[in-house]
């Protein structure tokens, strides 16, 4: 069997409730220190991991001792409030000692679903990476009510693995892998190791079980499949109930592989060419454009004009002098701090905002340069 895990270097590992924690006996240590130990070694070869845990709601109901049965919203926020606790403690003892600091990261729908919100959580999922801090990373289940929020971890986990470029999302649950039918319903039903495109086949085949103690069955693990792998990220579905669920991965134990259809920057760029709506304008110099034809961000120095109304994480549209479109991108400041910037250096931000700034007013990651606007033979480009 090949190594699933070959090669991937940013993984979210997405771990189910019923892996975590008992109904009788609570957290379930040795599964986690085996996990922590797998973990710290995927770090030790250079990885970066983020974890999505599941787990607050049914462990603090444990901890508060409440009854069986279906919480009320207010039951269950203040059983996550009391297990979240718990739940990070744990995540901080099982990778402590080997070494790893543990970052919690409590977010909600808006904060993946609103632009400015979700650059604000992207550079700090990403600044924790950069620390090499594990994320563990849960929705805020205390103040998210039941309107406006994901409700399982499974969609979540691919949010935050689409925000992030993870070339991995690991959904570590009960169950090991896609069936043509439910397998405890269907003696005939066989398992599909690999799945390139989900089709409606794919999507009747998953149904809409779940188990008693997480909320998603395979229909949100297909939810998941289909955003991750549209923005470029692999996904697996494997049963984590085993010791060392990543080294089981690797000796190629029974899972899904559901393949990404594109690489993630592509996928980013290509989403924000197709974006209609731009608020912005930026005007730019022969330098910038250059520099972005080149694949370089776009420096504050190189804006000679800024049109519009807009917010940090808009869409804006940048021309170069002639007034033709060269590119379009995320930009990193709203307009009335874009409009103090333009054509300063990077050393000269900090002292016109009063805060440090980004150097770039779009990242090159944020951006889709369409070179074909640009008359410029590409044997001419230097990387400014
Ligand atoms: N966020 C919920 C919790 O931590 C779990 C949601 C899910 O099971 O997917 O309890």
Redesign the pocket.
């Known amino acids: 069997m090949t190594d699933l895990l070959h090669g991937y270097r940013r993984i979210v590992i997405k771990i189910?409730?019923s892996l975590l924690v008992d109904r009788e006996r609570g957290l379930k240590r040795t599964w986690l220190e085996s996990l922590g130990e797998d973990i710290a070694r995927l770090v030790g070869e250079g990885r970066e991991i983020l974890v999505v845990s599941?787990?607050?709601?049914?462990l603090g109901r444990k901890i508060l001792r409440m009854d069986p049965g279906p919480l009320r919203l207010e039951e269950s926020q203040a059983a996550?409030s009391v297990?979240q606790i718990a739940l990070s403690r744990t995540y901080l003892e099982i990778l402590s000692r080997h070494g790893i600091e543990v970052g919690q990261v409590l977010l909600t729908l808006g904060d993946t679903e609103e632009r400015r919100r979700y650059l604000n959580a992207r550079a700090t999922i990403s600044t924790l990476l950069a620390l090499k801090a594990v994320p563990v990373i849960?929705?805020n289940?205390t103040v998210a009510t039941s309107e406006i929020r994901y409700?399982?971890?499974?969609r979540l986990a691919a949010r935050v693995a689409t925000m992030i470029d993870a070339d991995l999302l690991i959904l570590l649950s009960d169950v090991d892998g896609l069936y043509t039918a439910p397998p405890l319903l269907d003696p005939n039903a066989s398992h599909i190791p690999l799945v390139e495109h989900i089709t409606p086949e794919i999507d009747k085949m998953a149904g809409s079980a779940g188990s008693e103690l997480?909320?998603?069955g395979m229909k949100t693990k297909i939810d998941a499949a289909r955003i991750a792998t549209s923005a470029g990220t692999d996904m697996i579905i494997t049963a984590g109930n085993r010791l060392y669920p990543m080294a089981a991965i690797e000796r190629g134990e029974r899972a899904t592989l559901f393949r990404a259809v594109d690489n993630p920057v592509a996928a980013r760029k290509r989403w924000i060419a197709g974006q209609l709506h731009a608020t912005g304008r930026l005007f730019v110099d022969a330098g910038a454009v250059k520099a972005l034809v080149g694949g370089m961000s776009l420096l504050s120095a190189g804006v000679t004009r800024v049109e519009g109304d807009f917010r940090r994480g808009d869409t804006v549209t940048v021309f170069d002098a002639a007034r033709r479109e060269i590119a379009r991108g995320l930009i990193a400041y709203d307009s009335d701090e874009a409009r103090l910037v333009a054509g300063l250096r990077s050393s000269e931000i900090g002292a016109v905002l009063g805060y440090e700034g980004r150097a770039a007013m779009i990242h090159r990651d944020d951006m889709a340069v369409d070179p074909g606007a640009v008359d410029m033979p590409g044997a001419q480009l230097t990387s400014a």
């Open positions: 189910g409730s599941s787990g607050a709601i049914a996550a297990g849960n929705e289940d409700g399982d971890n499974d997480s909320r998603g």
